[in-house]
């Protein structure tokens, strides 16, 4: 499991650790990290494509003949603008939220379980419909090597790495070996949650800003859209375990469940991410990105 040292990722694991017989796994950034009795952390930088391999290579070592039966990939993170870069000269929302998972799910799914589960964490952000920001076309070179941009640019490159996420799953949920092994694929959006790490490393006055339009603007939109209805942490964490421990399963032929209201939906999601022909091009992109084939 990745991010679950904090936020709704750390409440999550709570729930997840405390199923009886359950061994959990998780990569962590630093040290010092407070986790439930039993779960064993190991390092993981998701900034870094190397520090990735390095964290497959260790769970497969630490796990011998055993399989993975859940495979969670929960990591995020947002910037005030899209200008900081990954360990290989990506841009860094692109490169952790997406890069660095799509790496992690390519090393580690042939070690999952048959009837295993993969999870990853998207966001309703991805979709124009909900988000206006949300994009509209997708050129992962782009999203990897951004021009400087201006205000907005951080929410915008977020928004783009949650699309990339969605895609990302359901390119996964097609490949032959998965459906084959029964494996359930699931694109997870927790909904406006607060209380997160998102955007820490905003200026104090731009953190305030933020907070002010969540508690005006947001609640005005909340009364005629539910996606903007504020969740919390803890419901979005046990939710994201319900959906991790096969509590909350989409229905036949889908993969996406968005939490509205503190309740799992399953929407469709954008057009956009539902293009065949935009995860083909994003998961050939990524390989190369990656340097897998």
Request: hydrophobic share 45%; proline share 7%.
């Given at each position: 499991?990745?991010?679950?040292?904090?936020?709704?990722?750390?409440?999550?694991?709570?729930?997840?650790?405390?199923?009886?017989?359950?061994?959990?796994?998780?990569?962590?950034?630093?040290?010092?990290?407070?986790?439930?009795?039993?779960?064993?952390?190991?390092?993981?930088?998701?900034?870094?494509?190397?520090?990735?391999?390095?964290?497959?290579?260790?769970?497969?070592?630490?796990?011998?003949?055993?399989?993975?039966?859940?495979?969670?990939?929960?990591?995020?993170?947002?910037?005030s603008?899209?200008?900081?870069?990954?360990?290989?000269?990506y841009?860094?929302?692109?490169?952790?939220?997406?890069?660095?998972?799509?790496?992690?799910a390519?090393?580690?799914?042939?070690?999952?379980?048959?009837?295993?589960?993969?999870?990853i964490?998207?966001?309703?952000?991805?979709?124009?419909?909900?988000?206006?920001?949300?994009?509209?076309?997708?050129?992962?070179?782009?999203?990897?090597?951004?021009?400087?941009?201006?205000?907005?640019?951080?929410?915008?490159?977020?928004?783009?790495?949650?699309?990339?996420?969605?895609?990302?799953?359901?390119?996964?949920a097609?490949?032959?070996?998965?459906?084959?092994?029964?494996?359930?694929?699931?694109?997870?959006?927790?909904?406006?949650?607060?209380?997160?790490?998102?955007?820490?490393?905003?200026?104090?006055?731009?953190?305030?800003?933020?907070?002010?339009l969540?508690?005006?603007?947001?609640?005005?939109?909340?009364?005629?859209?539910?996606?903007?209805?504020?969740?919390t942490?803890?419901?979005?964490?046990?939710?994201?375990?319900?959906?991790?421990?096969?509590?909350?399963?989409?229905?036949?032929?889908?993969?996406?469940?968005?939490?509205?209201?503190?309740e799992?939906?399953?929407?469709?999601?954008?057009?956009?991410?539902?293009?065949?022909?935009?995860?083909?091009?994003?998961?050939?992109?990524?390989?190369?990105?990656?340097?897998?084939?």
């Amino acid at each position: 499991m990745t991010g679950a040292t904090a936020g709704l990722g750390a409440h999550a694991l709570q729930h997840i650790a405390a199923q009886p017989g359950t061994r959990v796994i998780i990569g962590a950034r630093g040290s010092g990290r407070t986790v439930p009795p039993g779960v064993e952390v190991i390092p993981l930088d998701l900034a870094s494509l190397a520090s990735v391999s390095d964290f497959a290579d260790a769970v497969t070592r630490r796990l011998g003949g055993a399989r993975i039966d859940v495979l969670v990939l929960n990591a995020g993170m947002q910037t005030s603008n899209a200008e900081a870069r990954s360990a290989e000269g990506y841009e860094l929302t692109f490169a952790v939220n997406h890069l660095a998972h799509y790496l992690l799910a390519r090393l580690l799914v042939p070690r999952m379980a048959d009837q295993g589960r993969l999870v990853i964490t998207t966001s309703e952000t991805h979709d124009p419909a909900i988000t206006p920001i949300a994009p509209k076309t997708l050129d992962p070179r782009a999203l990897a090597f951004p021009g400087k941009g201006g205000f907005g640019t951080g929410i915008r490159a977020y928004s783009a790495s949650k699309l990339c996420n969605l895609l990302t799953a359901q390119s996964f949920a097609a490949l032959g070996s998965v459906t084959t092994r029964q494996i359930t694929v699931i694109a997870f959006s927790p909904g406006l949650t607060g209380g997160t790490s998102l955007g820490r490393d905003s200026s104090p006055a731009r953190r305030a800003f933020v907070t002010l339009l969540m508690r005006t603007v947001f609640r005005l939109i909340a009364l005629f859209r539910p996606e903007y209805v504020m969740g919390t942490p803890e419901r979005a964490g046990e939710a994201l375990a319900e959906v991790s421990l096969g509590a909350v399963t989409p229905p036949p032929g889908r993969i996406y469940i968005s939490l509205v209201k503190g309740e799992p939906k399953f929407p469709d999601p954008s057009e956009l991410a539902r293009s065949r022909d935009a995860q083909d091009r994003l998961w050939r992109a990524s390989a190369a990105m990656v340097g897998i084939d």
